[in-house]
């Protein structure tokens, strides 16, 4: 009955959830679960879990595959919030934090970051977030990504769509994007190439198996990709915020 907890969090102050994730940390266990039970149960005054709990889409694909873009047409079309895992990341080098320079260096070798770092920002973006529909975009990378999203957050996502491009027409668009990206550059493209393939083809795999995974073909123009796009999310229904 209480599947996804920690997304709730909107509601548990920051103070509590700090608390919430030290006995995570401590005993081993998704203690957002605990506190979901104790104090959301509807029978007491709390608010149902399926109408509070945020409906998840990771966006996946290769390195220029189109995640961003498309991600921006289902923002203004369906009016999800956009959190882009890499934006998360490249934020953390901006503002000098005590992990930016970890960062930076393995996303210039185009590697990925460990999973710690990358939860944490994306957890943190959703408790403070209002939202109650998000694209998780570039997430997750591997399957250490995958186990340590579920084990903090609590829950899976509700869908995964792969926009499923070739490696050649991929490696033009990187390369011609032209947004100073210090990634953009056909070294560390052909490493982002092998990881896909390697870490985050497995993840792929494993939501396919669930019946969770919508694969789209990412070849074409923004306009056509964006058509076999709207029939995934015009046919959902979303829980309602109240
Ligand atoms: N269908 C398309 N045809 C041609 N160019 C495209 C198409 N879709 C996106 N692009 C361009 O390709 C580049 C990469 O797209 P985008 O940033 O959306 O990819 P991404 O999957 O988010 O990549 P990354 O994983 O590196 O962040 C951008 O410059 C974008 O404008
Ligand atoms: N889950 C993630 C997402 C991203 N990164 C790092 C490594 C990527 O090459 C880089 C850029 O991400 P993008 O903007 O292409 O989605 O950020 C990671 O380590 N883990
Ligand atoms: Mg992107």
Redesign the pocket.
Known sequence: MWRRVASLSPLVSSSKSRLLNQVQVAYGFNAWQMFSTQVLNPAEGGVSDSRRTPFVTF?L????????????RIVETFGFTHL?A?DLLRREISSNSENGSMILSTIKEGKIVPSVVTVQLIQKAIETSDSNRFLI??FPRTEENRIAYERVIGAEPDIVLF?D?PEE??V???L????G?I??NIDT?KE?LKVFAELNLPVIKHYSKKGKLYKID????????FERVRPVFAALRYPVLL
């Open positions: 966006v694909g290769g390195p220029g595959s189109g995640k961003g873009t498309q991600c921006t882009s890499g975009d570039g926009f491009c027409e991929m033009k668009r990187v011609n994007r032209n947004q990206r990634d953009d493209v982002r990412g070849t074409g123009s923004e306009d056509e990709i």
